[in-house]
């Protein structure tokens, strides 16, 4: 019964497009926040040590 009621129901295909664009920019979004949270750590040791031979010379 409800398998045909949602038959009934007018297709858009833009809606969908949208949804997708929304999911990709969101799962990028979390990459990049993923990516700095680890990468974060590293560049931190990087900038102290560069600190480090700057206030040496």
Partial sequence: ML???YASL???QEGAT???YGLIAGLI????VVV?????????TVFTS??????NI
């Fill in 10 to 12: 007018p297709r858009r």
């Fill in 3 to 5: 398998n045909k009621f």
């Fill in 29 to 32: 979004a979390v990459a990049i």
């Fill in 18 to 20: 949208a949804v997708e």
């Fill in 36 to 44: 700095l949270g680890l990468v974060g750590g590293s560049l931190s």
């Fill in 50 to 55: 560069i600190q480090t031979a700057l206030a």
